[in-house]
């Protein structure tokens, strides 16, 4: 089981904003290790950061920029974003919390749902942005179910969609079953807290209202006028 830390700022239940610009990024000098991403890739992060064996850690599959603001989030607490779309940024920041997940490392995954928290929010450029079909796709494929990100998804589903024109609409059928099934129950949830059984008490809600044609109600004007 996870042990639940305090990862908001002190004083304050509002998440992190720790995200910087990949060229502000410091980099880092000194003994290093290799990291095998794939095949023809490699990147080296401190030795200092890893115990003393100087041996190549396998990093396989992994994403080369994901793995590189990982090693600047180690040294400096500040999470690497690539310039885009905020879609594009919401699938940068899912495929970091899933290296996160597999890696097992609270503290980042922590910061990195803060981030996707502050980006959801608008504090950055007071928009409302809500993480598109790809990037609940990645974070369902690379967690398990009930977990914090799933939760968040279908929050951002469930109480955030009216905030955010056309925000699922479009690519409704991109979701995973698996992202549709938890939206279900999520609003199924959410419906219990709301007034069950409308329209016992609003039938006229699911009226529909007679429409009269201009013609016959100037006619019936003009005849109630001469007499």
């Known amino acids: 089981m996870e042990k639940k830390k305090n990862h908001t700022t002190a004083g304050s239940d509002r998440p992190k904003d720790i995200c910087v610009p ?53 040294y400096i607490r500040k999470l690497a974003v690539l310039e885009g779309t905020p879609l594009d940024v919401f699938e940068y920041l ?44 990645r974070i369902f494929s690379g967690t398990v179910g009930g977990s914090p990100p799933r939760r968040l998804m279908v929050d951002f589903f469930v109480d955030g969609v009216h905030d955010a024109d056309g925000f699922w609409e479009h690519d409704v059928d991109l979701y995973s079953e698996e992202v549709l099934r938890d939206m279900l129950k ?22 529909e209202e007679e429409v009269v044609e201009s013609a016959a109600v100037e006619a019936s004007d003009s005849s109630s006028e001469s007499t």
């Not at 999520?186 to 009226?207: S, T």
């Open 22 to 74: 990949t060229q502000d990024a410091e980099s880092f000098q000194g003994r290093t290790i290799k990291l095998s991403i794939d095949e023809s890739t490699d990147t080296e992060i401190p030795q200092v950061l890893f115990r003393t064996d100087p041996y190549t850690i396998d990093l396989s599959g992994e994403i080369f920029d994901v793995v590189n603001a990982y090693v600047t989030w180690l």
């Open 94 to 137: 899912a495929d970091a919390f899933v290296f996160g997940e597999r890696i097992v490392d609270i503290e980042f995954k922590n910061d990195v749902m803060d981030s996707i928290i502050v980006q959801a929010t608008g504090a950055r450029d007071g928009k409302i942005h809500l993480p598109g079909s790809s990037s609940m796709n």
């Open 186 to 207: 999520g609003m199924r949830e959410k419906r219990r807290l709301a007034d069950r059984c409308p329209w016992k008490n609003d039938c006229a809600n699911y009226h």
